[in-house]
């Protein structure tokens, strides 16, 4: 009920005359570091975004807790050492996109985006 309330909140807060907006309860993050001793991975099928199409905006939401490393000890690591995921259950990141991206066609478009994490 919360995210749905922020969704909405920030699909509000957004939205423009004619915006085209979007937004996924699923959406998929995943980070990887090559370290000298192993290949860490984390993928995250939790997250929420919205993106806004006319005003070039990326928003996400990030439940810390829901990212799945192929070790346990790895995730344990994870959110008692480093992300303190206790203290720190979310992250989020508000940003724009870079490049300009002619979304009408379909595709898969390799971006950058900048904002606040």
Known sequence: MKNALTIMVLTLYLCHAKAQVF???SS???FSAETSMENIE?????SSSLLNTKAN???FQIPI???KFE???MEEHFNENYLE???YPKASFNGNINEAVD???DGTYEVTATGKL
């Open 23 to 25: 937004i996924s309860s």
């Open 28 to 30: 998929k993050i995943s």
């Open 42 to 46: 984390a993928k995250n099928v939790k």
């Open 57 to 59: 905006q990326l928003v």
């Open 65 to 67: 807790r829901a990212f």
């Open 71 to 73: 070790k346990n000890l």
């Open 85 to 87: 995921s206790e203290k």
């Open 103 to 105: 979304l009408s066609k």
